[in-house]
Each structure stands twice: as structure tokens, then as C-alpha cells.
């Protein structure tokens, strides 16, 4: 009995949540810095910082939806 509770349980919180278009569901965002040509360097590269927490879905990978959320 408790089994399908838990299931209902589970389909209402899946109804109500999306995956976290930011970070993809993974809870971490990486961020990308363009260190240009410069005297120092020859050419320029794309540099990545360590991954930080989603600030969208604070770092869950899922976003609950409110009842009077409209998406247009």
C-alpha cells in the first residue's frame, strides 16, 4: 500500500517540476572567459572557471513550477 502512495507522491512532484533549462539538470554552471591576444599571450583561448552552483535552481537541477506561473 505504501508503495503506491509513494508513487502518486512522486508523479504530483513531477508534474509540478522541469528540468533547469541554465544548467541542464546538473545543479553546476560553468562559465566561459575569453582572455584575448595580448602582449603577453600569442593568441587568444577560452578559459573556464571551476563549476558554481545554478542560482536559478540553487544548485537542485529542477525548478518547481507555481500554480500562478503562466508560460507564454
Known amino acids: 500500500m505504501m508503495g503506491k502512495v509513494n508513487a502518486l507522491f512522486q508523479d504530483a512532484i513531477e508534474k509540478l517540476s522541469e528540468i533547469c533549462p ?3 539538470g546538473d545543479g553546476l554552471v560553468v562559465v566561459e572567459i575569453y582572455r584575448p ?3 603577453d599571450r600569442d593568441v587568444g583561448f577560452i578559459d573556464c572557471e571551476d563549476p558554481t552552483p545554478c542560482e ?3 544548485g537542485e537541477g529542477v525548478i518547481f513550477k507555481e500554480e ?3 508560460e507564454y
Open 22 to 24: 541554465e544548467c541542464d
Open 37 to 39: 591576444q595580448s602582449f
Open 56 to 58: 536559478r535552481c540553487a
Open 68 to 70: 500562478d506561473d503562466d
